[in-house]
């Protein structure tokens, strides 16, 4: 069952085209039309997409506006925005401009930090199982990937990875909270870990997931830590994932050493992306509403998983880690079946999967497909 981005991006391209771009412009609003977009999927027989980590209710209606609103501008570049869209992430995190570097989602900040610690052989540190689609290259290039087991409770042993580090370590890689796994690192625990890493090494943070926690991002530290690399996306609260916008926030030597790497740095993101994450920042509203059911939806689902007998991994994210070892019958089968989408086994011991949370409809048709 493992997990083919390219067959993906397929199956949500006929998603999206079934639903056509007038019903993309009107219908896709806030998270108060949730019945119109259950109601939206069900006509087009779409499946229902629990796989990606997505915001099912985004973009916000501030986004989507500033989008339909812009469409004529596409004509021109977009430099004049890139100093709007910096200025705002700056104030938004408490840095300077010189802190922020965009990138096309924030996997190419990621690409960009890999890119700069291959510049000399050695290794590279993270946790397993976690995000690690943006490593392959590296792990067939000059660096080694040295795999740190997750604690007994899921959670990213800091301590092991401290231990793990070696004179060659050139990385290490914290994603915060954790996918799959959703556990989540003390702020006290991380602060205590950076102190302590050797500032030879990269430390790469990903907050992709830290929206839906009250957590304090590291954003802070950047100025004591030069090695310190903070990631950030729209693609998860804010539901921008297919308008490929995110930013890494670092010490201005970091940031400067790292904008060698893209032909035109600040620069391979489109008008319109930049205006719709501009508009999202400003839409605390919609933030809000998707955090509240985000939530709710995702404590139903775990009740609901528990009832089956299925242990759950306390979540702080928009996603659920789960075992199937008590599961009697073919999962994957149940889901495809109901023409719901899921992802793979992590972890065989215990099988272990991960299920994106949707909407309350979408997740109650989930639990009824697999009882």
Same mark, same amino acid.
């Given at each position: 069952?493992?997990? /083919? &981005?390219?067959?993906?991006?397929?199956? @949500?391209?006929?998603?999206?085209?079934?639903?056509?771009?007038? /019903?993309?412009?009107?219908?896709?609003?806030?998270?108060?039309?949730?019945?119109?977009?259950?109601?939206?999927?069900?006509?087009?027989? $779409?499946?229902?997409?629990?796989?990606?980590?997505?915001?099912?209710?985004?973009?916000?209606?501030?986004? &989507?506006?500033?989008?339909?609103?812009?469409?004529? =501008?596409? /004509?021109?570049?977009?430099?004049?925005?890139?100093?709007?869209?910096?200025?705002?992430?700056?104030?938004?995190?408490? @840095?300077?401009?010189? /802190?922020?570097?965009?990138?096309?989602?924030?996997?190419?900040?990621?690409?960009?930090?890999? &890119?700069?610690?291959?510049?000399?052989?050695?290794?590279?540190?993270?946790?397993?199982?976690?995000?690690?689609?943006? +490593?392959?290259?590296?792990?067939?290039?000059?660096?080694?990937?040295?795999?740190?087991?997750?604690?007994?409770?899921?959670?990213?042993?800091?301590?092991? *990875?401290?231990?793990?580090?070696?004179?060659?370590?050139?990385?290490?890689?914290?994603?915060?909270?954790?996918?799959?796994?959703?556990?989540?690192?003390?702020?006290?625990?991380?602060?205590?870990? =950076?102190?302590? @890493?050797?500032?030879?090494?990269?430390?790469? =943070?990903?907050?992709?997931?830290?929206?839906?926690?009250? %957590? !304090?991002?590291?954003?802070?530290?950047?100025?004591?830590?030069?090695?310190?690399?903070? =990631?950030? +996306?729209?693609?998860?609260?804010?539901?921008?994932?297919?308008?490929?916008?995110?930013?890494?926030?670092?010490?201005?030597? *970091?940031?400067?050493?790292?904008?060698?790497?893209?032909?035109?740095?600040?620069? #391979?993101?489109?008008?319109?992306?930049?205006?719709?994450? *501009?508009?999202?920042?400003?839409?605390?509203?919609?933030?809000?509403?998707?955090? #509240?059911?985000?939530?709710?939806?995702?404590?139903?689902?775990?009740?609901?998983?528990?009832?089956?007998?299925?242990?759950?991994?306390?979540?702080?994210?928009?996603?659920?880690?789960?075992?199937?070892?008590?599961?009697?019958?073919?999962?994957?089968? %149940?889901?495809?079946?109901?023409?719901?989408?899921? $992802?793979?086994?992590?972890?065989?011991?215990?099988?272990?999967?991960?299920? $994106? @949370?949707?909407? *309350?409809?979408?997740? !109650?048709?989930?639990?009824?497909?697999?009882?």
């Amino acid at each position: 069952m493992a997990t /083919n &981005r390219r067959t993906w991006l397929k199956q @949500v391209g006929l998603g999206i085209a079934g639903v056509g771009l007038t /019903n993309l412009t009107s219908s896709y609003a806030s998270p108060q039309t949730e019945a119109l977009i259950n109601g939206l999927a069900a006509i087009n027989d $779409t499946p229902i997409l629990l796989r990606s980590n997505e915001n099912p209710y985004g973009p916000s209606p501030m986004a &989507r506006s500033a989008i339909a609103d812009h469409l004529h =501008v596409s /004509n021109r570049y977009n430099w004049n925005i890139i100093s709007e869209l910096i200025a705002a992430l700056s104030k938004k995190n408490n @840095v300077h401009d010189e /802190n922020i570097l965009l990138g096309a989602g924030s996997t190419e900040i990621l690409d960009m930090v890999a &890119r700069y610690a291959a510049l000399e052989k050695g290794n590279f540190v993270i946790a397993d199982p976690s995000f690690d689609y943006w +490593t392959a290259p590296l792990s067939t290039s000059v660096l080694s990937k040295i795999k740190v087991p997750l604690t007994a409770d899921k959670k990213i042993d800091l301590a092991a *990875m401290q231990k793990a580090i070696n004179q060659d370590t050139r990385l290490i890689y914290i994603c915060n909270p954790n996918n799959p796994t959703g556990t989540i690192c003390e702020r006290s625990s991380l602060v205590k870990f =950076v102190n302590e @890493v050797p500032r030879k090494v990269i430390i790469l =943070v990903d907050e992709a997931y830290l929206d839906f926690t009250t %957590q !304090q991002s590291l954003s802070g530290l950047i100025n004591d830590y030069p090695n310190l690399v903070i =990631v950030k +996306t729209f693609s998860k609260i804010y539901g921008l994932a297919g308008a490929r916008i995110g930013y890494g926030i670092a010490h201005k030597t *970091m940031i400067d050493k790292l904008s060698t790497f893209p032909s035109a740095p600040n620069n #391979s993101i489109s008008v319109l992306s930049r205006l719709a994450a *501009m508009a999202s920042l400003k839409d605390e509203k919609f933030i809000a509403e998707t955090f #509240s059911l985000n939530e709710a939806a995702r404590q139903y689902t775990v009740a609901g998983l528990e009832q089956l007998n299925l242990s759950c991994i306390p979540s702080h994210t928009n996603f659920i880690y789960f075992s199937l070892a008590n599961f009697k019958k073919d999962f994957f089968q %149940q889901l495809t079946n109901n023409n719901i989408q899921g $992802t793979k086994i992590y972890e065989e011991q215990g099988k272990w999967t991960r299920i $994106t @949370v949707g909407t *309350m409809q979408e997740m !109650q048709q989930f639990i009824k497909a697999i009882q």
